[in-house]
């Protein structure tokens, strides 16, 4: 069965240091999208690709933080420093092009702990 | 804007006994619903989901929701609750008419579905 692929599992970097987030969509989805979930709460849109163009990134901290998609397939987040109120759970999720009657399939996500 | 709401934060139920996980919506159209469970330190797994025709959708492990158009509801349901299904439900909406930002897929807060032996 197909899956989102996520990488890494979990990561604990400090604070004002830089860190960074894969993800590969399931083959064929041309939507992609990261959510941040924080601990008891639900996730939240950070930036949705469309192909390899942006599409909402309007709750991304640009200030720190930074995603690509340069082929239109894998994706990248960053975040550059890192702040203790970044740890978080960061989920890939992708769906068919255009298909909004379609579910979202998520990666199993990254753990994020800044110390 | 549209919006969701789980009101429970916690459902405690006991084995075999039925369970129900709230949840109500707030879009201006006609929504798309979806219901989400998460097991620890893992990520969103689809249950169902409601897009148009009959209002009682079944999904995986035995779930179903009903959709309640008057009342703005999506409760996820299950007639015989299993230790197993002690998970974290998110309920989600989605506005699909054009013109939104970005059809974003909202979610709700979450609610702990605790099955006791």
């Known amino acids: 069965e197909a899956e989102v692929a996520q990488s890494p599992r979990y990561k604990i970097t400090e604070k004002s240091q830089a860190v960074a987030f894969w993800c590969d969509p399931i083959?064929?989805?041309?939507?992609l999208y990261w959510y941040r979930q924080i601990l008891g709460q639900g996730p939240e849109l950070l930036v949705q690709?469309?192909?390899?163009?942006?599409?909402?990134d309007s709750q991304l901290p640009k200030d720190r933080f930074s995603a690509e998609r340069l082929k239109g397939v894998d994706s990248t987040l960053k975040i550059q420093p890192a702040e203790l109120g970044d740890s978080a759970m960061y989920l890939c999720?992708?769906?068919?092009?255009?298909?909004?009657?379609?579910?979202?399939?998520f990666g199993q996500g990254t753990r994020l702990t800044v110390v | 804007a549209q919006s969701v709401a789980q009101p429970e934060d916690q459902v405690n139920v006991a084995e075999g006994n039925p369970l129900t996980v709230k949840c109500t919506y707030s879009?201006?159209?006609?929504?798309?619903l979806f219901w989400y469970v998460q097991y620890p330190n893992r990520g969103l797994q689809f249950l169902l989901k409601?897009?148009?025709?009959?209002?009682l959708v079944k999904g995986s492990y035995g779930f179903e929701a009903e959709f309640n158009k008057s009342q703005t509801s999506f409760h996820l349901k299950k007639p015989s609750a299993l230790v197993s299904d002690s998970a974290l439900y998110f309920c989600?909406?989605?506005?699909?008419?054009?013109?939104?930002?970005?059809?974003?897929?909202?979610f709700g807060t979450g609610t702990l579905l605790a099955v006791q032996p």
């Open positions: 083959s064929g989805h041309a939507t």
């Open positions: 999720a992708s769906t068919s092009e255009g298909r909004l009657n379609t579910e979202a399939f």
């Open positions: 989600a909406v989605r506005d699909p008419r054009w013109g939104g930002a970005t059809n974003k897929l909202i």
């Open positions: 879009v201006s159209g006609n929504p798309y």
């Open positions: 690709f469309q192909d390899e163009s942006v599409v909402d």
């Open positions: 409601y897009i148009t025709g009959d209002n």
